[in-house]
């Protein structure tokens, strides 16, 4: 079974600056995606990035990147020139490829993040 | 704009008393799940439907029942809420199969137990 962990609880960075959130993930499948989703207090969940993991090149959104490493199955998310909005949980979540795929997400157990104005 | 609607957004019912939260989307998704999300832990899912295949996962409790009558709505029932069904529940969407898009979430439904 996959399996997604996050070790870090709770961080916290000053408003300008740069925060790597961190992830690992177990699994015996070669096709699968990465995602960091993002959920605001109170508001809904929405995705970050991803990652698909036949992909060498690492992801990025603007002021959001992945340093993805499959070897490692390490997939930290690097958030640069922090801003007041991007205070929230984070997870780190893991889905299966492939034409049986039924999109199930695998969650972490988040990250509370506090930017600090 | 497209997007997953979650109703009611805040829902108190008396323990023991069965209660429905429902999910509608207008993404034409085959794929509806619903999560359970306790206090700052992780979604944990429940079920999902794939077009009409209902999929339960194996740690569900048989007191959790969940309902699609068409592609656009999806239903959970909760036949007699305990203390600890307390929680945030959550809808989602994707595509199936190889077409398969990321998730997309309703703002949920925070379910209160008295």
């Known amino acids: 079974a996959q399996t997604v962990t996050q070790s870090q609880p709770e961080m916290s960075v000053q408003e300008a600056e740069t925060v790597t959130l961190s992830c690992t993930y177990d699994t015996s499948e070669s096709d699968y995606y990465l995602f960091w989703y993002k959920q605001p207090p109170s508001r809904q969940m929405i995705l970050v990035i991803r990652?698909?993991?036949?992909?060498?090149q690492n992801a990025t959104e603007n002021r959001f990147s992945v340093n993805f490493q499959k070897a490692a199955k390490s997939f930290s998310l690097k958030i640069s020139d922090s801003q007041l909005g991007d205070a929230a949980m984070y997870f780190c979540a893991y889905r299966r490829d492939g034409s049986s795929n039924t999109g199930k997400l695998i969650f972490g157990q988040g990250t509370t993040l506090q930017v600090k104005p | 704009d497209a997007m997953v609607i979650q109703n009611p957004r805040y829902q108190v019912t008396q323990f023991g008393k069965p209660v429905t939260l429902s999910c509608s989307q207008t993404?034409?998704?085959?794929?509806m799940y619903w999560y359970q999300q306790k206090s700052s832990q992780a979604p944990k899912l429940l079920f999902h439907?794939?077009?009409?295949?209902?999929?339960n996962e194996a740690d569900t409790p048989d007191n959790f029942q969940s309902r699609r009558p068409n592609t656009s709505f999806c239903f959970l029932d909760i036949r007699s809420p305990g203390l600890g069904d307390a929680a945030m529940y959550l809808c989602a969407t994707s595509r199936g199969g190889l077409m398969n898009t990321e998730a997309f979430f309703g703002q949920g439904t925070r379910l209160t137990v008295v």
């Open positions: 993404l034409n998704h085959n794929v």
């Open positions: 990652q698909e993991a036949y992909k060498q």
């Open positions: 439907y794939y077009d009409k295949d209902f999929n």
